[in-house]
């Protein structure tokens, strides 16, 4: 059971060549530009006066190397998990997005009208929620009381662990916006569950690049 007034943030790694191509990374492990670093070295500089408890990351370049400015800051060391890793999309990773339209039009369209859909072959947004949700509440799981853990995963697989955490079913997670770059969500414990403090909260609004587009 997580203690009392326990806050998850989860943090969106930084910019990277595919996020400005508006390429599909799913799970193609990609590094951040030097824009993402320095995003990084931003936000990380405000999430580190939250003074985080503990640090839980993707294994994923992108956004182990994002968590990695974070544990600079703090000394509190990163656990990596294979879990937080963005969905795999199959054959849609590497496309860009009107290369996707062009070529799975009607799959696109299902997907966009909440049907659940095998993006290019690859995982459901439930299955995503299935391996990743766990993983954060069992983390939540060890913090203090009023404690904060930090989750540094990827913009699909915030979504639907949030929507998750909520309770909503999954037709409406569609309706949690997607994150700009190294933009955070954070959710705290209400009387009947976590719920949604903020969103997309970090910077002024910024277009979206990601593969929750």
């Not at 968590?67 to 656990?79: D, K, R």
């Not at 095998?118 to 954060?136: F, K, S």
């Not at 662990?161 to 770059?181: A, C, K, P, Q």
Request: glycine share 12%; net charge negative; charged share 25%.
């Amino acid at each position: 059971m997580t203690s009392r007034g326990c806050r998850i943030i989860l943090w969106r790694h930084g910019q990277t060549a595919w996020n400005l191509e508006r390429r599909f990374q799913g799970s193609t492990d990609i590094e951040l530009t030097d824009t993402g670093v320095a995003q990084a070295r931003r936000a990380a500089r405000l999430l580190a006066s939250l003074k985080p408890d503990a640090i839980v990351a993707s294994d994923l370049k992108r956004a182990a190397a994002t968590a990695n400015e974070l544990a600079a800051l703090t000394g509190i060391p990163v656990t990596h998990e294979q879990g937080l890793q963005e969905t795999y999309a199959g054959e849609w990773q590497g496309l860009t997005h009107d290369e996707i339209i062009a070529r799975f039009g009607d799959q696109y369209a299902a997907w966009k009208r909440g049907e659940s859909v095998r993006r290019g072959g690859g995982e459901l947004e439930t299955e995503v929620a299935d391996r990743a949700a766990p993983i954060v509440l069992r983390h939540a799981e060890k913090l203090p009381e009023n404690g904060t853990l930090v989750v540094v995963s990827h913009g699909g697989t915030i979504r639907t662990t949030i929507g998750r955490l909520l309770g909503l079913e999954s037709y409406h997670w569609e309706g949690l916006g997607g994150l700009s770059n190294c933009c955070w969500s954070v959710l705290g414990q209400g009387a009947r569950g976590w719920r949604l403090l903020e969103h997309n909260a970090g910077t002024l609004p910024e277009p979206v690049l990601g593969d929750d587009d």
